[in-house]
């Protein structure tokens, strides 16, 4: 059964780093694509980054590029999302997300599995 448990949200100052995790079970991220999405209060869900399983290809919104890193590390199969100089417009519900579809587009509806969220308050 495929779980994804996400971790390390929480309320931090504008221009602050937070770093993400999101632990996998029950698949391994050889064959799975992972991606971390986020939803705002009255927004539509979009896509933050996302990797490729197949070649490590990495895609990211155009919003965070430059200050959002997504990594994985096989041997705790888990994913991660290091994101620095945080802004007000990134409070979101993070979640995490695994595909098993090819190739990789970077949209919700292309990812069956999804993690439960963590909260990002970006305030001062």
């Known amino acids: 059964q495929v779980q994804l448990v996400e971790s390390g949200g929480g309320l931090v100052l504008p221009g602050r780093s937070l770093r993400l995790s999101c632990a996998a079970s029950?698949?391994?991220?050889?064959?799975?694509?992972m991606g971390w999405f986020r939803q705002a209060p009255g927004k539509e869900r979009e896509g933050v980054s996302c990797?490729?399983?197949?070649?490590?290809?990495?895609y990211y919104a155009d919003s965070v590029k430059g200050r959002f890193t997504i990594s994985r590390d096989y041997a705790k199969n888990t994913v991660y999302l290091q994101m620095n100089g945080l802004k007000p417009e990134d409070t979101a519900a993070y979640y995490c997300?695994?595909?098993?579809?090819?190739?990789?587009?970077?949209?919700?509806?292309?990812?069956?599995?999804w993690g439960q969220g963590t909260q990002v308050t970006v305030s001062s």
């Open positions: 990797i490729s399983s197949s070649d490590g290809s990495t």
């Open positions: 029950g698949f391994t991220l050889d064959y799975y694509s």
């Open positions: 997300a695994a595909t098993s579809v090819a190739p990789l587009f970077c949209r919700d509806n292309w990812f069956e599995n």
